[in-house]
Nanobody, 125 residues
Framework: QVQLVESGGGLVQAGGSLRLSCAAS????????MGWFRQAPGKEREFVVA????????YYADSVKDRFTISRDNAKNMVYLQMNSLKPEDTAVYYC??????????????????WGQGTQVTVSS
């Protein structure tokens, strides 16, 4: 089973960019589809984006489509989330998650068995 550690969060002005990274331990990283979720204060955790084991299938939440880009490097056991044109409503703790399987990735948090500790993203207006 992999372990996940996120990094790259911080404070940015609206319209700015951040790049989140998720480092995975373990030798079976390519057996997992990966996802990013976020949770704002007082709100439930919500799906942001998911990517299949090969990177060939990617699903974005409508709220981030055309602004966020997910990518993965299986050789380095890394997943990245490039976030552009950030808005105050993007403020949340962002979590990296892994779900085992080489099928299509999932937008449901129940499909993910391993979660990182989260990284805070704050977008000021």
């Amino acid at each position: 089973q992999v372990q996940l550690v996120e990094s790259g969060g911080g404070l940015v002005q609206a319209g700015g960019s951040l790049r989140l990274s998720c480092a995975a331990s373990g030798r079976t990283f390519s057996s997992y589809f990966m996802g990013w979720f976020r949770q704002a204060p007082g709100k439930e955790r919500e799906f942001v984006v998911a990517i299949s084991w090969s990177g060939g299938s990617i699903y974005y939440a409508d709220s981030v489509k055309d602004r966020f880009t997910i990518s993965r490097d299986n050789a380095k056991n890394m997943v990245y989330l490039q976030m552009n044109s950030l808005k105050p409503e993007d403020t949340a703790v962002y979590y990296c998650a892994a779900g085992i399987g080489r099928g299509l990735p999932s937008s449901s948090s129940y499909a993910y068995s391993t979660w990182g500790q989260g990284t805070q993203v704050t977008v000021s207006s």
